[in-house]
């Protein structure tokens, strides 16, 4: 999502101020306390497994255990081999009135040991088998022989009902791959968009680069890999995110949007309540380890890390760097409305509250009629400015309004319940949509706490929103959460016939607390900065979005392609249309199949797609030439996607490599040039992760449509995309209005064209732009015609705020 723009901001040798700043820890250092924070991860969350009674195994196992060794030597069989005899003989001599409970003890200790070791024993078997990959490289639809082994005993080692953490001490680490073979894919990944001198060029650095420098620098990665979790992801969340000095709104940020035609009620405390009580009992899963583990494809398990971060999370600013604050547990959420902050308890009696109480609680803080403290309407301006510019300011505000700002800080996330309504309107539906997408990603520039993992968002007609902050967590393990969220408030929970939250209000509820901010003076000027820089920055992104309607994942999937490549090449085309020539495009892979593994980077924009643009646009190739082009791009980009995912990606190593030669103070023209590079293409996929939480055949609009994240380049746009249900894809563009280069209206144009060219080429496709061309509609802004989408059954419930 965002971290295009994080990783092309990344510059440890700069402040904000643009002033030298050497990275002087040794890098033995460095790695060492590396290794350090990983091993406390590990006995943290041991600890935490232990106590919640999930780890290594069940305790269950070690009774039966114990129970079985038990009568065995009832029997007079002793399974130790004498082993039992050596334990008692260890223990100390009580007397003879106490031989059976010596006898009990060595038992107890014998079981102990034989349990973990059969657990430790599991773990690296299983560990082995994760580290296979093949079954990744092999076709899709096809399962040779060894992956269908290989799949079986997986799920023999992996137990009956994993919980959320069972695979984290069994899953591999990243590899680090062979520097020769990531030069050489920078380099093939480069040739596209260079000219044959700069390629020259760039290839003498590069042979430069491994015959002086490579070897040490790898050297130290792998010692790094042996020692820590993951030899990349911590500096991936240090230098990209935590040590970034930009504001987080629009660089740093992403959101979520809501059902794209329902509104479940148009009751703004009513959606509120609910979707506070479905994300409180994700929360409440989550501690209990109660969500299933992801898995790949619905084998291979992902890393389950992230997930610790979302609640009870903050981002603190730094001078120099940020930290993320994380708490064990929080019983509140902090409240937006009208320029107030409210501290509003969501317990009672260490129990939820049910939603109609939330409900409630949050009605009275809409019905408060205080007005906003001078100053205090823009406060939140601050966590929008520059990050050594808040961490300054913070410090003032810590002393003047330290019990407000832990409120804000430590609270399990924050709610902002916007004055103004949002999402799709009959009046002006794409300029409704467009205007709903900005609101998420940048609001007001005052009105929400970008500090916080996420903030909730209900506009005034009941329509919802997230804002995430990217640092703790990529997008889907938020979008993990907000699939659970909107079908929990909507599917279980449901709303009573007037609008309002299933059950009563409780009375006996005392008021929300209005929090108090003692502001001194000298904030003040530095909060009217800030919100005029927050200004600036909001009405510079120009966002746009394009519910595509005509065909989606079903289609794509009956032409046997992959949906993600397909898109991807399509959007190679509509961006090649849109600005004349090719660029460096950044799409977002998981590496999640590797312990802390986060992301990669998968160049798209190859030779393949290329070739392909070029004879899509030259009028003398046939369609069948551009297909069999087409399906040659798809292969390469789905190799690509591959061996990111695998571990064997470009962008993450190089960028180790260069994290390394700053800590040796070795300078490196290669890497330099490499992290120099601007990502005009910034796209990402939004995943739809847990389909049997919707009824997509019956109500097609209960998904998600998905969100978007600023662009990455002062001249590039950021394009996400989700597929909605099987006939429907929806695209979030963004750009800057600044810049005389982009406008996200006309890519999105381009995008609709590039889909329908594509599918046109396939005999199934063909239809699509005969329907396209028969409706009338080719100069709308959404010429595909999600105005007349007939959705079925869905379309009954709607509310007088839906479309």
Known sequence: MAEAHQAVGFRPSLTSDGAEVELSAPVLQEIYLSGLRSWKRHLSRFWNDFLTGVSPASP?????????????????????????????????????????????????????????????????????????????????????????????????????HPMLFSYQRSLPRQPVPSVQDTVRKYLESVRPVLSDEDFDWTAVLAQEFLRLQASLLQWYLRLKSWWASNYVSDWWEEFVYLRSRNPLMVNSNYYMMDFLYVTPTPLQAARAGNAVHALLLYRHRLNRQEIPPTLLMGMRPLCSAQYEKIFNTTRIPGVQKDYIRHL?????????????????????????????????????????????????????????????????????????????????????????????????????????????????????????????????????????????????????????????????????????????CKGHPDPTLPQPQRLQWDLPDQIHSSISLALRGAKILSENVDCHVVPFSLFGKSFIRRCHLSSDSFIQ???????????????????????????????????????????????????????????????????????????????????????????????????SPFLTQVHSEQWQLSTSQIPVQQMHLFDVHNYPDYVSSGGGFGPADDHGYGVSYIFMGDGMITFHISSKKSSTKTDSHRLGQHIEDALLDVASLFQAGQHFKRRFRGSGKENSRHRCGFLSRQTGASKASMTSTDF
């Open 328 to 500: 064990h547990d929080s019983q509140h959420v902090a409240v937006f409305h009208r320029g107030r902050f409210f501290r509003m308890g969501t317990h009672s009696r260490n129990s939820l509250l049910s939603p109609r109480a939330l409900e409630q609680q949050f009605q009275r803080i809409l019905d408060d009629p205080s007005p906003a403290c001078p100053h205090e309407e823009h406060l939140a301006a601050l966590t929008a400015a520059p990050r050594g510019t808040w961490a300054q300011v913070r410090t003032s505000l810590k002393t003047q309004a330290a019990e407000a700002l832990e409120a804000v800080e430590g609270a399990a996330f924050f709610v902002s319940l916007d004055a103004e309504p949002a999402g799709l309107t009959r009046e002006d539906p794409a300029a409704s949509l467009d205007a709903y997408a900005h609101a998420l990603l940048a609001g007001r520039g005052h009105d929400r706490w970008f500090d916080k993992s996420f903030t909730l968002i209900v506009f005034s007609n009941g329509k919802l929103g997230l804002s995430v902050e990217h640092s703790w967590a990529d997008c889907p393990i938020s979008g993990h959460m907000w699939e659970f969220t909107l079908a929990t408030e909507c599917f279980q929970l449901g709303y009573s016939t007037d609008g309002h």
């Open 569 to 667: 090449i399509a959007l190679q085309l509509a961006h090649f249309r849109d600005r004349g020539q090719f660029c460096l495009t950044y799409e977002s892979a998981m590496t999640r199949l590797f312990l802390e593994g986060r992301t990669e980077t998968v160049r798209s924009c190859t030779r393949e797609a290329c070739n392909f643009v070029r004879a899509m646009e030259d009028k003398e190739k046939t369609d069948p030439q551009c297909l069999a082009l087409f399906r040659v791009a798809v292969d390469k980009h789905q190799a690509l996607l591959k061996a990111a995912m695998s571990g064997q990606g470009v962008d993450r190593h190089l960028f180790a490599l260069y994290i390394v030669s700053r800590f040796l103070h070795l300078q």
């Open 60 to 160: 269950l196992s070690w009774l039966f255990l114990f129970s079985a060794i038990q009568l065995a030597w009832f029997l007079q069989l002793d399974p130790s081999l004498g082993l039992m005899e050596k334990i008692k003989e260890l223990l100390p001599d009580w007397g003879g009135q106490h031989h059976g409970l010596r006898g009990v003890l060595a038992a107890a200790l014998f079981a102990s040991c034989l349990w973990g070791a059969l657990i430790f024993t599991l773990h690296v078997a299983l560990r082995l088998l994760l580290s296979y990959h093949g079954w990744l490289l092999e076709p899709h639809g096809a399962m040779s022989s060894p992956t269908k082994t290989w799949l079986a005993l997986v799920r023999i080692f992996s137990g009956r």
